[in-house]
C-alpha cells in the first residue's frame, strides 16, 4: 500500500476526497511501462469497430467482457471480436 496508493493520498483528508482517488490510475502508476504497456494491449478499455467508432469494453467479474455496439457498426467485421491475444471473445450487446 505505501508503495502504490500512498502517493495519491496526498491531500485526502475527508471521505468526499477518498471516493475521489482513482485506484485504477494508482495501480497503473505502480506498475513498470512493459508491464502498463503489456496490460493495455491485452486487455483494453476501447474496442474500434470497423465504422471507427471507439466502443468502451465493460468489465465484470461475473461476466465475460461485453461491448455495447449497435450491430450496424459491425458490418465488416470478419470474426468475434476478441482480447487477451485472442483467446477471450467479446460478447457483443
Known sequence: ?????????????????????????ALQNWLPWTLRQKLDSELPT???VPTGSRIA??????????????????FGEATTPRIAEGRVPLVLE
Not at 1 to 25: I, N, Y
Request: aromatic share 6%; hydrophobic share 40%.
Open 1 to 25: 500500500l505505501e508503495a502504490w496508493l500512498l502517493p495519491q493520498m496526498t491531500g485526502v483528508h475527508s471521505l468526499r476526497s477518498l471516493k475521489a482517488v482513482d485506484l485504477r490510475q
Open 46 to 48: 476501447h474496442y474500434t
Open 57 to 74: 469494453i465493460r468489465y465484470h467479474e461475473d461476466n465475460p467482457p461485453a461491448l455495447a455496439v449497435r450491430m450496424q457498426e459491425m
